[in-house]
């Protein structure tokens, strides 16, 4: 049986432990509320740089191969990650030596070195040239999106930065932005596993109850403000054009969540999913086909990306088009509403099996005040009908949501075609 645990220290660090007895291995992490969208102007993927620099060492262990080892020696393989919202550092680690796994974590957040910025801002700098094509413009189908949906908004930027803006970090920056950001109340703490949460409780007590506190800046919140659908195609040297389909979206704890989720599948959920069964199936002009949803405090989006030749763009898009408008016409039969609704209740169910999923489901929640258990997510996907299904595309997919972005190797008439194919889309509704 799997139960969860919520204790906050006196410095406000709240600590989880998810009690999880039938695994061998436990998951640590620590969850900070700060990330792109709290970078400076000027200072895009100052998050993510302190990140990255947290490992170059610390008072206690000197260097990242130190910080490596001393995991190594508990079972561990330390990683972390930083998105728009949060930055997170987790392994995994033998149940017996959760409380040494903590103590290499506090180190890093306490009492980092801030050294090696110089090799850092030129190994940054390389994964931001990933996203660049050879006259240096963004190719990156997610940033371009971003840009569109959020403009002006520090959510539009690049999570890793910019190679204008990774240049400009300097040491000063790093530690106002742990000073400010890094802070108990800002932050939780987890443990999933076979733990027990007295024992975790006393060795977080013992490893963060000197890690000082201070309130954090309120966060810059988008501005809500109706746009007309748009286009954004992009030149690239490659064989291929990639697509992505991006409709602003809803916020994290919006009442239509679950719908939203229930979308994704039915369209690009797999193998069984329309865009699938549509564009490689039948038409045969793509591999694959992957939605993903993003969620923040105040809004959100759902994407589709896909592949295809340049002579198939258009018709790509006219099929996904299609798609889009008949889901929001046609009720969802009630046999492929089950399968999906099947599908989803027993990932949920699968997820017990793991650590890191618990671990992310009651700490990062926590994090962000959306903690649901396994069994509140099943009960509400049970509720859901065809008509709650159709009425939240029929606001997700209006035409004014829409951001439609193509990277890849233009040709004379392409740009031509795909606006009279939005035009089309617009009369639907």
């Given at each position: 049986?799997?139960?969860?645990?919520?204790?906050?220290?006196?410095?406000?660090?709240?600590?989880?432990?998810?009690?999880?007895?039938?695994?061998?291995?436990?998951?640590?992490?620590?969850?900070?509320?700060?990330?792109?969208?709290?970078?400076?102007?000027?200072?895009?993927?100052?998050?993510?740089?302190l990140e990255h620099i947290l490992f170059r060492g610390t008072a206690e262990f000197a260097s990242s191969l130190a910080i490596e080892s001393a995991f190594e020696i508990i079972g561990g393989a330390p990683n972390a990650a930083t998105d728009a919202e949060s930055t997170y550092y987790y392994s995994?680690?033998?149940?017996?030596?959760?409380?040494?796994?903590?103590?290499?974590?506090?180190?890093?957040?306490?009492?980092?070195?801030?050294?090696?910025?110089?090799?850092?801002?030129?190994?940054?700098?390389?994964?931001?040239?990933?996203?660049?094509?050879?006259?240096?413009?963004?190719?990156?189908?997610?940033?371009?999106?971003?840009?569109?949906?959020?403009?002006?908004?520090?959510?539009?930027?690049?999570?890793?930065?910019?190679?204008?803006?990774?240049?400009?970090?300097?040491?000063?920056?790093?530690?106002?932005?742990?000073?400010?950001?890094?802070?108990?109340?800002?932050?939780?703490?987890?443990?999933?596993?076979?733990?027990?949460?007295?024992?975790?409780?006393?060795?977080?007590?013992?490893?963060?109850?000197?890690?000082?506190?201070?309130?954090?800046?309120?966060?810059?919140?988008?501005?809500?403000?109706?746009?007309?659908?748009?286009?954004?195609?992009?030149?690239?040297?490659?064989?291929?054009?990639?697509?992505?389909?991006?409709?602003?979206?809803?916020?994290?704890?919006?009442?239509?969540?679950?719908?939203?989720?229930?979308?994704?599948?039915?369209?690009?959920?797999?193998?069984?999913?329309?865009?699938?069964?549509?564009?490689?199936?039948?038409?045969?002009?793509?591999?694959?086909?992957?939605?993903?949803?993003?969620?923040?405090?105040?809004?959100?989006?759902?994407?589709?990306?896909?592949?295809?030749?340049?002579?198939?763009?258009?018709?790509?898009?006219?099929?996904?088009?299609?798609?889009?408008?008949?889901?929001?016409?046609?009720?969802?039969?009630?046999?492929?509403?089950?399968?999906?609704?099947?599908?989803?209740?027993?990932?949920?169910?699968?997820?017990?099996?793991?650590?890191?999923?618990?671990?992310?489901?009651?700490?990062?929640?926590?994090?962000?005040?959306?903690?649901?258990?396994?069994?509140?997510?099943?009960?509400?996907?049970?509720?859901?009908?065809?008509?709650?299904?159709?009425?939240?595309?029929?606001?997700?997919?209006?035409?004014?949501?829409?951001?439609?972005?193509?990277?890849?190797?233009?040709?004379?008439?392409?740009?031509?075609?795909?606006?009279?194919?939005?035009?089309?889309?617009?009369?639907?509704?």
């Amino acid at each position: 049986m799997i139960r969860s645990f919520l204790h906050t220290l006196e410095n406000g660090l709240r600590v989880v432990c998810v009690e999880m007895p039938h695994l061998h291995a436990a998951e640590l992490a620590i969850y900070l509320k700060v990330g792109g969208r709290n970078d400076p102007p000027g200072r895009e993927g100052l998050s993510h740089f302190l990140e990255h620099i947290l490992f170059r060492g610390t008072a206690e262990f000197a260097s990242s191969l130190a910080i490596e080892s001393a995991f190594e020696i508990i079972g561990g393989a330390p990683n972390a990650a930083t998105d728009a919202e949060s930055t997170y550092y987790y392994s995994r680690v033998h149940p017996d030596s959760i409380k040494r796994g903590m103590e290499i974590f506090a180190s890093m957040l306490t009492t980092p070195l801030l050294a090696g910025i110089d090799i850092e801002k030129r190994i940054i700098a390389e994964e931001a040239r990933e996203d660049l094509n050879e006259q240096g413009e963004e190719v990156n189908s997610d940033t371009i999106v971003s840009r569109l949906l959020w403009p002006r908004h520090p959510l539009g930027m690049p999570t890793v930065g910019t190679l204008e803006s990774i240049a400009a970090i300097e040491r000063s920056d790093l530690e106002g932005h742990l000073n400010t950001y890094y802070v108990p109340s800002n932050a939780v703490l987890v443990v999933s596993g076979p733990v027990k949460n007295r024992a975790v409780i006393a060795a977080a007590q013992d490893c963060f109850a000197q890690w000082s506190d201070k309130r954090v800046p309120a966060t810059h919140l988008v501005t809500y403000r109706r746009f007309a659908p748009q286009i954004r195609c992009v030149q690239d040297s490659d064989s291929q054009m990639n697509l992505q389909l991006a409709f602003l979206g809803f916020a994290r704890n919006d009442r239509r969540f679950m719908a939203l989720r229930f979308l994704r599948r039915i369209l690009a959920g797999g193998g069984s999913s329309r865009l699938h069964l549509r564009l490689r199936e039948e038409l045969g002009i793509i591999y694959s086909v992957d939605g993903a949803i993003g969620a923040y405090d105040e809004t959100g989006c759902l994407t589709f990306d896909l592949s295809t030749a340049p002579d198939t763009l258009a018709h790509a898009v006219r099929a996904a088009f299609e798609e889009l408008t008949r889901i929001t016409v046609d009720l969802v039969p009630e046999e492929e509403l089950e399968r999906i609704r099947n599908s989803y209740i027993f990932d949920l169910e699968f997820s017990r099996d793991s650590a890191y999923e618990m671990g992310g489901r009651y700490g990062w929640g926590e994090l962000m005040g959306v903690v649901r258990s396994i069994e509140e997510d099943q009960c509400e996907a049970r509720r859901i009908t065809a008509a709650d299904l159709q009425e939240t595309a029929r606001e997700l997919f209006a035409p004014e949501n829409l951001r439609l972005v193509a990277v890849g190797p233009w040709k004379r008439g392409m740009k031509k075609s795909l606006r009279e194919l939005l035009v089309e889309y617009q009369q639907q509704f």
